[in-house]
C-alpha cells in the first residue's frame, strides 16, 4: 500500500494534478501575503468582506471573554449555549423557516441531513455538478443514488416518475460552486410536490449575497418561491457570513429528526460559542448593508464587461463566482502561474473538481474589492492570453 502512494503521488504531479497549499500571513482579505510578497487575491468566499470586519472581531473577543475558547462538551450533552440558541432562532427567523440547526461545518451539514433521512430503501436524486459533500453523504447514506444533467428538470421528471416506492430525496447546490449559476429552485419544488420528494438546498454560495437583505437564493428573483416544507435550506457560514460554521433551516419535524438522529450532529463537539455570538453580528451586517450587495453586483458587472472580448469565455453567472473557461487542466494552471507571477492570485480549477476539458480559473469577486483591483487583473489576463507562450 505504502510504495503504491509515491507512485500515485508522482502520476498525479505528471499530470499537472498534484495540488499545493499556500500559506497566507494575515487575516482573509483582498490582498494577502504568502512567502513575504502581497497579491492580489480573487480566491476566497469571503463575499461580503466581513471575515475581517472590526465589528466582528471586536464581538469574537467579546465571546471569549464571556463563554471562553471551547464548548467543552457535543450539543446533547452540555455544549448548546445560549449563544448557539439564540443564533438559530435568528437564522430560522431570517430564512423563514420555523426552526434551523448549527451545524460545524457545511460539510457536516450534508452529511448530517443526508444520512439522517436516506437510507437502504430510499432515492436520492442528484444534479451532477453538485458538491462533493452532497455526493460523499449520499453514498454513505446507502440510498440509491441517481444523478440527473445539470439543472435538467425534464430528466429530473422522468427520473422520479420512473422510481418505485421508497422515500425520495433530491439534492442540489442552489448556486453551483465551481459554476456560479443558480438551481431551477421553483421547478424543483414544484417536482417535489407532484413525486412526493424532500428536496436540500446547499445555499452555501447564495445565503448572504442573494435575495433580499442577503436572506438567500429562494428570496432570489430566480426563485422567488414561497416556501414548502419540504424544503430544507442549508447555507453555510464561513463564506459570505465570513466566520465559520453552517445551518440547516426546516419544518420543526426535520430540525428535531436532526437533532435526534445525525450523526455530524451528535457525535461532535459544539463549535466554539464565541463564533455564533460572531455569527449574530454577521447576521446583523448582512440583514443591513445591502449597500454591500450592491457594490458587489457592479463589480460583476464590470468584470464581465472588460473580459468580454478575451478568447476564454466566463461561464453565464450572476454571483460572485466569475469562471474563465481555459479547456485543458495544465493551461489553466499555466495562466494562474502566469498571474501569479504578475502578482495575482486565481484558483486554477481542474478535474475532478470539474469535468475533464473543463478547467478554469474561478474569479470570485468580494465587496472588498475596488474597481481598480478588476481593471488590473482584467489588463493582466488579456496580457498573457496575447502572449505566444500560453500554449508552450
Ligand atoms: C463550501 C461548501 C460546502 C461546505 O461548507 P463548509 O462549511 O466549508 O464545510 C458545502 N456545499 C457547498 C456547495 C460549498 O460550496
Redesign the pocket.
Known amino acids: 500500500m505504502f510504495s503504491d502512494l509515491t507512485e500515485r503521488l508522482h502520476i498525479r504531479e505528471q499530470q499537472g494534478l498534484k495540488r499545493h497549499r499556500a500559506v497566507t500571513e494575515g487575516p482573509q482579505s483582498t490582498h494577502v501575503v504568502i512567502d513575504d510578497r502581497v497579491y492580489l487575491s480573487f480566491c476566497s468566499?469571503d463575499y461580503l468582506g466581513l471575515a475581517n470586519h472590526p465589528e466582528l472581531i471586536q464581538a469574537a473577543c467579546q465571546g471569549a471573554q464571556h463563554y471562553g475558547v471551547g464548548a467543552g462538551a457535543s450539543h446533547l450533552i452540555n455544549g448548546h449555549s445560549v449563544a448557539h440558541h439564540t443564533l438559530e432562532r435568528a437564522l430560522a427567523k431570517f430564512t423563514g423557516f420555523p426552526a434551523a440547526l448549527l451545524?460545524?461545518?457545511?460539510?457536516?451539514?450534508?452529511m448530517g441531513v443526508i444520512t439522517a433521512l436516506a437510507g437502504r430503501n430510499d432515492v436520492i436524486f442528484a444534479d451532477k455538478l453538485?458538491?462533493?459533500?452532497?455526493n460523499e453523504a449520499a453514498l454513505l447514506s446507502r440510498a440509491k443514488l441517481i444523478r440527473y444533467p445539470h439543472c435538467d428538470t425534464v430528466a429530473l421528471e422522468r427520473r422520479l416518475a420512473a422510481s418505485g416506492s421508497g422515500g425520495k430525496l433530491v439534492i442540489t447546490?442552489?448556486?453551483?460552486?465551481m459554476d456560479g449559476d443558480i438551481a431551477p429552485i421553483r421547478p424543483l419544488i414544484r417536482l417535489c410536490e407532484q413525486y412526493d420528494a424532500m428536496l436540500l438546498l446547499?445555499?452555501?454560495?447564495g445565503f448572504g449575497v442573494l435575495g433580499g437583505k442577503g436572506r438567500g437564493t429562494l428570496f432570489s428573483p430566480a426563485a422567488e418561491t414561497r416556501h414548502s416544507p419540504r424544503v430544507i435550506y442549508?447555507a453555510?457560514?464561513?463564506?459570505a457570513a465570513g466566520v465559520?460554521?453552517?445551518f440547516v433551516a426546516a419544518a420543526d419535524e426535520v430540525i428535531e429528526t436532526l437533532i435526534q438522529t445525525a450523526k455530524s450532529y451528535i457525535y461532535t463537539t459544539a463549535s466554539p460559542p464565541l463564533l455564533a455570538h460572531t455569527l449574530l453580528k454577521s447576521l446583523e451586517r448582512i440583514e443591513n448593508d445591502s449597500w454591500r450587495r450592491d457594490k458587489l453586483y457592479q463589480l460583476i458587472e464590470l468584470l464581465k464587461a472588460k473580459l468580454q472580448p478575451l478568447k476564454w469565455r466566463l461561464m453565464p453567472s450572476d454571483t460572485p463566482i466569475q469562471p474563465l473557461v481555459i479547456g485543458e487542466a495544465r493551461e489553466a494552471v499555466h495562466v494562474s502561474n502566469a498571474l501569479k507571477e504578475k502578482g495575482i492570485l486565481v484558483p486554477a480549477i481542474r478535474q475532478p473538481t470539474v469535468p475533464r476539458g473543463t478547467a478554469r480559473l474561478r474569479i470570485s469577486l468580494s465587496v472588498a474589492h475596488e474597481e481598480a483591483d478588476i481593471l488590473r487583473l482584467a489588463d493582466e489576463l488579456h496580457e498573457i492570453a496575447a502572449g505566444d507562450d500560453v500554449y508552450g
Open positions: 468566499n451545524f460545524s461545518t457545511g460539510y457536516m451539514a450534508n453538485n458538491h462533493a459533500s452532497l447546490d442552489a448556486v453551483f460552486s446547499d445555499d452555501a454560495h442549508m453555510t457560514l464561513g463564506k465559520f460554521g453552517a
